[in-house]
């Protein structure tokens, strides 16, 4: 029986992680180096990129490649993907993973169309352009009974909208409908699934449990489990999607929430005022 805690299941295999620097890329870096795992860690952020990949690899002894790529700018994708196979001709799995935060609190009817452009470039088109450049190359490999993998970041956010971050909660949808649809595509050779995280201490908040907290607060959320996130939460789960365990799981989403999507009380707005002077 595997054993997610000490097996290097990963052996022989690689992974591209776009967002690779910090928050929730930065820590399967870790996780996947220590089983086994080649890299190519894709970031916007070169010198926290440079870091964690020199920390990584000294760490693990295992190959990592940095390769600095806005992921909303389809030239720099397709220059990526051609680095990291040239690197890598194991890639067996992709963490898409590249997203950035929105404005707190701005309502649908308010967004400026410059941030809509922003968010929906990176967060959507990105992986959208980053899933393109390597389907390919994941559906043409030799391993058995899956040739690769994908998991993609989406949000409870996609799952049950926020009317404080609406455009983030579109992106992340978009997001959900994009790993199915890569699910239906790419089977049965490849595997897709997306991950929603819930409140986590990440670059989304500004890496401020305080900022979180507010969010938190001001919208109302309970959470089922009493607890907020972490940045391990994710990369268990992350962890398991890589994994054999998995290899029967494709198209879902899979909240990592402590309960608050499904069972709990998500951020919601109840104060009326919000809709005043949309017209």
Not at 67 to 85: G, L, P, R, Y
Not at 88 to 114: H, M, P, Q, S, V
Request: glycine content about 8%; overall charge neutral.
């Amino acid at each position: 029986m595997l054993n997610l805690l000490i097996d290097k299941f990963l052996e022989g295999k690689g992974a591209v992680i776009t967002g690779g620097a910090s928050g929730f890329g930065r820590g399967v870096a870790h996780a996947f180096a220590e089983h086994g795992a080649d890299l190519v860690l894709v970031d916007i952020n070169k010198d926290l990129l440079e870091e964690t990949s020199s920390d990584v690899e000294k760490k693990y002894g295992r190959k990592v490649v940095p390769i600095v790529c806005d992921v909303s700018k389809s030239n720099q994708v397709e220059a990526m993907a051609k680095q990291a196979a040239k690197e890598l001709d194991n890639i067996f799995f992709l963490f898409n993973n590249a997203g950035i935060a929105t404005a707190y609190g701005r309502n649908i009817c308010r967004i400026k169309e410059d941030d809509w452009d922003k968010i929906m470039a990176v967060n959507l088109k990105g992986q959208w352009l980053v899933a393109k450049a390597f389907w390919r190359k994941l559906k043409a490999n030799k391993f058995e009974p899956i040739a690769g993998k994908i998991v993609c970041t989406a949000s409870i956010a996609g799952m049950v909208v926020d009317p404080k971050i609406p455009s983030y909660s579109i992106t992340k949808a978009g997001v959900i409908a994009l790993t199915q649809l890569l699910a239906k595509t790419l089977a049965p050779k490849v595997t897709a699934n997306a991950i929603a995280p819930g409140f986590h201490v990440t670059g989304i908040y500004l890496n401020s449990e305080r900022d979180m907290k507010i969010t938190y607060i001001d919208g109302n959320v309970k959470t089922p489990l009493s607890r907020f996130g972490t940045v391990q939460d994710v990369v268990n789960v992350v962890l398991f999607l890589a994994s054999p365990l998995s290899d029967f799981i494709t198209g879902h989403v899979l909240p990592v929430d402590g309960g608050i999507a499904e069972v709990g009380v998500p951020p919601h707005d109840i104060h009326d005022s919000i809709y005043d002077d949309v017209e």
